[in-house]
């Protein structure tokens, strides 16, 4: 392969979706990962095969690429309110189990609608904001919203959920495993008022990578969403969720330059790596925009679109043509900028893996 490529190890991969499920399968929760993080089919199976009862998206062109490759109970993540995604959600509900969103009564209408037009009936799930401030309907709105959805015709309204990451007070925290059982604790307190009102809320969904070991220790949660795990990458490190040995993905870039005895210039900068994790910034502070493997000295201070800067203290023997292989603070993005990636098996094989679901706009 040429550089800059992104590798996958596949015993890391493996052993990532193993733990997962483990996790999933003791506490017993249903387990439904976020396949943006990959959005691969052939890792999406890996799961599924692993104990997944379904994978969770975000845009419907991606579950249409799962659905394709044998993926059939798929979780659109995501509000549908235009007529071209709502009409592709409706087609793809014919073929697979298809849960879809709603955080809006307005949504919720469009989706009825075009439900009751097909003669067909739409799983939906609330989705509630817990104080990401992102999408969600407001944690104190949300039973009367789930009163008026399900006083819709065509839609059937079986669960609730949310996505909150390492969240607490309203702030990014380090506290882990307070942030998540609080997560689900104000979940199941929920459903336990939608159900109230005699709506048969059957599934509590909630959970990040951060998050959801903890989270589905509450009891009345009934799956967890982690996404990133499955590769892992230098945020989740900070974060102390993975160590670097359980880092499956890795961006190989090459030393093109070395015009300063403190700097080396890479052919990896933001058309490689995403910048949406920024250095410093609080709780996890990361030192750069990746981890360099086994060159504690070296630091991936800076990006320009086709150059990576890294800054070295101290000494090296980093030269020209060398090849690193850098850890990002945010794989999901990462990943999303690239083509394809490299799979290496157990035997140091390498095999081309597109990225079949990137890039969508559906």
Known sequence: MDTPAIVIDHSKLMHNIKKTADMARKKGVHLRPHVKTHKIPYIARKQVEAGAVGITVAKVTAAEVMADHGIDDIFVAYPLVTEQKIQ?????????????????????????????????????????????????????????????????????????????????????????????????????????????????????????????????????????????????????????????????????????????????????????????????????NLNGYGKVVGHTNVAFKGMKEEHGILHIDGETDLKIGDVVEIIPNHICSTVNLHNEVWIKDENGRYEAYPVLARGKLQ
């Open 88 to 284: 592709k959600a409706i087609a793809l509900n014919d073929r697979i189990r298809l849960i879809v969103a709603a955080d809006s009564l307005t949504g919720a209408k469009l989706l009825s609608s075009a439900a009751e037009e097909r003669n067909t009936t739409l799983e939906v799930w609330l989705e509630v904001d817990t104080g990401l401030r992102r999408t969600g309907v407001p944690y104190d709105q949300a039973v009367e919203l789930a009163k008026q959805i399900n006083a819709l015709p065509n839609l059937y309204l079986a669960g609730i959920y949310t996505f909150r990451g390492p969240l607490l007070n309203g702030e990014s925290t380090l506290r882990l495993q307070e942030a998540g059982e609080e997560e689900g604790r104000i979940m199941v307190a929920l459903a336990e008022q939608i159900r109230k009102e005699g709506i048969a809320i059957r599934d509590v969904s909630v959970g990040s990578t951060q998050t959801s070991a903890y989270a589905a220790e509450v009891p009345g949660v009934t799956e967890v969403r982690p996404g990133t795990n499955v590769f892992n990458d230098a945020m989740q490190i900070s974060y102390g969720c993975c160590t670097e040995e359980e880092c499956a993905a890795t961006v190989r870039a090459t030393v093109v330059s070395r015009p300063y005895e403190e700097l080396a210039i890479v052919d990896g900068g933001s058309k490689t790596f995403a910048t949406d994790v920024q250095p410093g910034e609080p709780p996890i």
